[in-house]
T-cell receptor, first 112, second 114 residues
Framework: NAGVTQTPKFQVLKTGQSMTLQCAQDMNHEYMSWYRQDPGMGLRLIHYSVGAGITDQGEVPNGYNVSRSTTEDFPLRLLSAAPSQTSVYFC???????????FGPGTRLTVL | AQSVTQPDIHITVSEGASLELRCNYSYGATPYLFWYVQSPGQGLQLLLKYFSGDTLVQGIKGFEAEFKRSQSSFNLRKPSVHWSDAAEYFCAVGAGAAGNKLTFGGGTRVLVKP
């Protein structure tokens, strides 16, 4: 199993550009989540999904969209990037009957 | 809403010495508590978790943590630190179904002196 994979690893955007961060897992996990990590603030939940077709907002959802059309994939979309979205983004997944979240390696995003 | 406080931003410890990282949480119900470790440039790895039962939990890499409800704390300990333990450590409290939605503390960066 590859576990949780994220692409790209690094990305630089200009203000106003759009992009999609990809997340995929091959463990057939029902739960998937997106977090952002900023210095001194730990990780904060952006959006999460409890299954295909079901998504909900986390603590800091503004400026981000998600969808979950398959169990495996959970992309995060930035429609109009802002410098405040410069961060490291982590995707995580978990099976509904377990208690362990598995994190991807992260995507480092810089918005100029 | 739940919250997590890790009072120590940085800790420096000598190799072979003991380590204790503090974590205080705020949550209205019985908490799901986690400790994660992040090595430089890496994702997060689960060290241990507490859901219920024995308040002293054992994790990987020789770490343990003790849940103290009266103090709203979940401190992480290791009796003898190795150089490879240098990393950033995050405490988290889980809400939602079996703690799926995690709220993290700000992290404690551990430096290990030879």
């Amino acid at each position: 199993n590859a576990g949780v994979t994220q692409t790209p690893k690094f990305q630089v955007l200009k203000t106003g550009q759009s992009m999609t961060l990809q997340c995929a897992q091959d463990m057939n996990h029902e739960y998937m989540s997106w977090y952002r990590q900023d210095p001194g603030m730990g990780l904060r939940l952006i959006h999460y999904s409890v299954g295909a077709g079901i998504t909900d907002q986390g603590e800091v959802p503004n400026g981000y969209n998600v969808s979950r059309s398959t169990t495996e994939d959970f992309p995060l979309r930035l429609l109009s990037a802002a410098p405040s979205q410069t961060s490291v983004y982590f995707c995580a997944s978990r099976a509904v009957r377990t208690d362990t979240q598995y994190f991807g390696p992260g995507t480092r995003l810089t918005v100029l | 809403a739940q919250s997590v406080t890790q009072p120590d931003i940085h800790i420096t410890v000598s190799e072979g010495a003991s380590l204790e990282l503090r974590c205080n949480y705020s949550y209205g119900a019985t908490p799901y508590l986690f400790w994660y470790v992040q090595s430089p440039g890496q994702g997060l790895q689960l060290l241990l978790k507490y859901f219920s039962g024995d308040t002293l939990v054992q994790g990987i890499k020789g770490f343990e943590a003790e849940f103290k409800r009266s103090q709203s704390s979940f401190n992480l300990r290791k009796p003898s630190v190795h150089w490879s333990d240098a990393a950033e450590y995050f405490c988290a409290v889980g809400a939602g179904a079996a703690g799926n939605k995690l709220t993290f503390g700000g992290g404690t960066r551990v430096l290990v002196k030879p």
